[in-house]
């Protein structure tokens, strides 16, 4: 099963500020995706990428979110300038072949803005 | 739109009961539909998907495209199964709320 680590596991920062979240699967794929999941809340799809682009974005995914894969391996989400609400957990995953496979879930990040 | 609905936010039962957990969906084609868990402290992963028809844990889901249905079931359930269940839909996944199944010995 592949693997798929997140960085930071928690962030606390200020409204307004910026955050960077880090997915870094162990082993090369195809689409990324990033979910995040407000507290008591369902899951929700942000964002997939492929093939180093967006391939479909959801309409939570505004312009204050952007991803990229700087570096070719590490896979990451920045937020502009962080809202109340943005706080949630985030998850990143991973498949390794066509795009409704199997996704491989991170540990997630928890982000508090205050 | 797409859209999952898992009608039970909560679901105990105890050892060695059956259990269902509910899901229906919507969604205009042919449906890709998975069953994720997520165990205390633990990630999100895939329990089982319509299209492999395996039977993981014990646990198996049938796709009913008439009821738009694919409910996850067990015959006895374990203690060890006692975590979140997400069904989900399609490669962009949609998933539904949840359901916090509880196994009481």
């Known amino acids: 099963e592949p693997e798929v680590t997140q960085t930071p596991s928690h962030q606390v920062t200020q409204m307004g500020q910026e955050v960077i979240l880090r997915c870094v699967p162990i082993?090369?794929?195809?689409?990324f995706y990033w979910y995040r999941q407000i507290l008591g809340q369902k899951v929700e799809f942000l964002v997939s990428?492929?093939?180093?682009?967006?391939?479909?974005k959801s309409e939570i995914f505004d312009d204050q979110f952007s991803v990229e894969r700087p570096d070719g391996s590490n896979f990451t989400l920045k937020i502009r300038s962080t809202k109340l609400e943005d706080s949630a957990m985030y998850f990143c995953?991973?498949?390794?072949?066509?795009?409704?496979?199997?996704?491989?879930f991170g540990p997630g990040t928890r982000l508090l803005v205050l | 739109a797409q859209r999952v609905t898992q009608p039970e936010k909560l679901l105990s039962v105890f050892k060695g009961a059956p259990v269902e957990l509910k899901c229906n969906y919507s969604y205009s084609g042919s449906p890709e539909l998975f069953w994720y868990v997520q165990y205390s402290r633990q990630r999100l992963q895939l329990l089982l998907r319509h299209i492999s028809r395996e039977s993981i844990k014990g646990f198996t889901a049938d796709l009913n495209k008439g009821e738009t249905s694919f409910h996850l079931k067990k015959p006895f359930a374990q203690e060890e199964d006692s975590a979140m269940y997400y069904c989900a839909l399609n490669g962009k996944l949609t998933f539904g709320q949840g359901t916090i199944l509880t196994v009481h010995p």
């Open positions: 990428f492929y093939n180093n682009e967006i391939s479909e």
């Open positions: 995953a991973i498949t390794s072949g066509n795009y409704a496979e199997t996704q491989y």
């Open positions: 082993s090369n794929h195809l689409y």
